[in-house]
């Protein structure tokens, strides 16, 4: 079965520090997003991309943060300089379509800012 | 605002048990509904999902009821398995045109042996 992968799975980093997070979506999927969840809360939307930009960004995703497909199987969300209250478990999610159809979750990277 | 709300922050069943978790969403814009399962350490996993045009979907020991007058959806579990224990989300397509998903905050099912 196909599955949307992320690497690493964990990341440690000093506060400051940028830090890239690394997602392979479904091979035929062409939407793909991240979302973060700060420990014990909900899953929150950060950005959703579709041929090679930005479709909708939340107001969490400020200019800290960016993404980008730089080839045709990666997808990474960076953090130019984290903040402790970056800490979160990061998901990367991809789709075959936009709307009415699911998108499948990867295993997540959590990331400590120290 | 945008929200989408779940009833209670903990279920506890039996093993064996029929589990019904609710969830109450805010847009009535919203056209298309994904329960998602959460193991510990774990991203969310597709359940099963429900279009507006349709009021109740089954899926294997599971079925969602959809009541868009009080805009309210629910994830019933038949006969409830320890591996069942998990957090459960509803998430709602935004009606962005985006796929962007607004996700509840989560009831933590425990099955109890």
């Known amino acids: 079965e196909p599955e949307v992968t992320q690497t690493p799975s964990h990341q440690v980093t000093q506060m400051g520090q940028e830090v890239i997070l690394r997602c392979v979506p479904i091979?035929?999927?062409?939407?793909f997003y991240w979302y973060r969840q700060i420990l014990g809360q909900k899953v929150e939307f950060l950005v959703s991309?579709?041929?090679?930009?930005?479709?909708?960004k939340s107001e969490i995703f400020d200019d800290q943060f960016s993404v980008e497909r730089p080839d045709g199987s990666n997808f990474t969300l960076k953090i130019r300089s984290t903040k402790l209250e970056d800490s979160a478990m990061y998901f990367c999610?991809?789709?075959?379509?936009?709307?009415?159809?699911?998108?499948?979750f990867g295993q997540g990277t959590r990331l400590t800012v120290v | 605002g945008e929200s989408v709300g779940l009833h209670l922050p903990t279920l506890s069943v039996q093993e064996g048990d029929n589990s019904i978790i609710n969830c109450a969403y805010s847009?009535?814009?919203?056209?298309?509904f994904i329960w998602y399962k959460q193991e510990s350490g774990k991203g969310p996993q597709f359940i099963i999902d429900?279009?507006?045009?349709?009021d109740k979907r089954q899926g294997q020991r599971v079925t969602v009821l959809l009541n868009k007058t009080v805009k309210h959806l629910s994830l019933q579990i038949a006969a409830t398995q320890p591996g069942d224990s998990a957090v459960y989300f509803c998430?709602?397509?935004?009606?962005?045109?985006?796929?962007?998903?607004?996700f509840g905050q989560g009831t933590t099912l425990q099955v109890k042996p």
């Open positions: 847009n009535s814009a919203s056209d298309y």
């Open positions: 998430a709602e397509n935004h009606p962005g045109n985006t796929g962007k998903l607004i």
């Open positions: 999610a991809s789709s075959r379509d936009m709307m009415n159809t699911e998108a499948f």
């Open positions: 991309f579709y041929n090679n930009e930005i479709s909708e």
């Open positions: 429900i279009r507006s045009n349709m």
């Open positions: 091979s035929n999927h062409l939407y």
